[in-house]
């Protein structure tokens, strides 16, 4: 154990293998889903796990494909552990702790693309406890993609979501449902009275969500 910690203890390093096992592929994805970290240290850190025998590198056209080898795969069941444990027993979130562009990074690798209309699809979150800069995002799904925009897309919204961020956090970890949301007024959603009953039918909620918790048991 004290080998494989020498290797998994370092900051950042799990959650880069986390990013490797929810499907991020390249740099740039690995960069999004893991925002505080720096490019240099990213690099860092991958080139250790590749020397580990952990991921390799592919090429793909003009780009590098970072993949988990065997050893990194056998990793899935730690990660999804440690995800587990610490929604089950650290259940507060801090302020410091909550970033939109996380949660719709991680709300864009769980749309349910059979359930969204056959056009492209503009989802936009107002997040109204966040400062204005970063108040605003948008997720344009088209069939079997979806990407997570900080500025204008430039194609109207579909339907506009108006939550804080606490709440709709809350609600991705299962801790709050969409009904109870939408009853309370803690959740908007603004658009064809269609869409809008269909949204939340458009995302699955974390993996993490149905984890059981004491808070909840007692």
Not at 41 to 51: A, G, H, I, P, V
Not at 100 to 111: E, F
Not at 166 to 173: C, F, K, L, N, S
Request: with cysteine; net charge negative; proline share 7%.
């Amino acid at each position: 154990m004290a080998k494989a910690m020498e290797l998994l203890d370092e900051r950042w390093t799990l959650l880069i293998v986390r990013e490797l096992v929810t499907g991020s592929r390249h740099f740039n994805e690995l960069r999004r889903g893991v925002p505080r970290m720096s490019p240099s240290l990213l690099s860092n850190r991958l080139n250790r796990l590749e020397r580990a025998g952990v991921l390799e590198r592919r090429p793909d056209g003009n780009r590098v494909l970072y993949l988990l080898t065997q050893a990194g795969q056998e990793l899935r069941p730690v990660i999804e552990a440690l995800g587990a444990w610490g929604i089950r027993w650290i259940p507060e979130l801090g302020d410091e702790d909550l970033d939109p562009q996380l949660l719709l990074w991680d709300m864009h690798r769980n749309v349910d693309h059979d359930a969204l209309p056959e056009q492209r699809t503009v989802v936009q979150f107002s997040f109204t406890d966040v400062a204005a800069h970063t108040r605003d995002w948008w997720l344009v799904i088209t069939r079997g993609d979806a990407d997570v925009c900080d500025d204008d897309p430039g194609h109207p919204p579909t339907v506009k979501v108006t939550v804080g961020l606490r709440r709709m956090t809350e609600i991705w970890r299962g801790d709050l449902t969409w009904p109870d949301a939408l009853r309370s007024g803690a959740v908007e959603v603004h658009g064809p009275e269609a869409l809008r009953r269909e949204m939340p039918r458009w995302f699955r909620l974390s993996s993490f969500a149905q984890v059981p918790r004491p808070h909840r048991e007692s």
